[in-house]
């Protein structure tokens, strides 16, 4: 497997697990608000759900920021969007929106 394709398989499990974890917590990924609160850690506007499940969601977009960081030092922009595209279109397949 290149590096490139580690880079697309990580992407694609990376998003399938924040989507999974946003359904179980029910933020909802397309609302730009829930998502800010969450990215500050400001969980109260999130509703009542478990602190530590909005806490593990954070630290997966995290996750995700550090990845597409250096995928783009090592790749360049173009390649790591077209990544995040396919596995956004994969996702979407499989019924997650965000």
Do not use: W
């Not at 850690?41 to 995290?62: C, I, P, Q, R, V």
């Amino acid at each position: 497997m290149s590096e490139l394709e580690d880079y697309d398989a990580e992407f694609y499990a990376l998003e399938k697990r924040i989507g999974r974890l946003a359904i179980a917590t029910g933020v909802d990924l397309t609302r730009p608000d829930q998502v800010l609160a969450l990215r500050k850690e400001n969980y109260a506007l999130l509703g009542y759900g478990d602190k530590h499940t909005y806490h593990l969601l954070h630290e997966l977009f995290l996750l995700r920021d550090y990845l597409q960081a250096h995928c783009i030092s090592e790749h360049g922009a173009q390649e790591c969007r077209r990544l995040l595209e396919h596995a956004d279109a994969r996702l979407r397949k499989r019924g997650f929106h965000f």
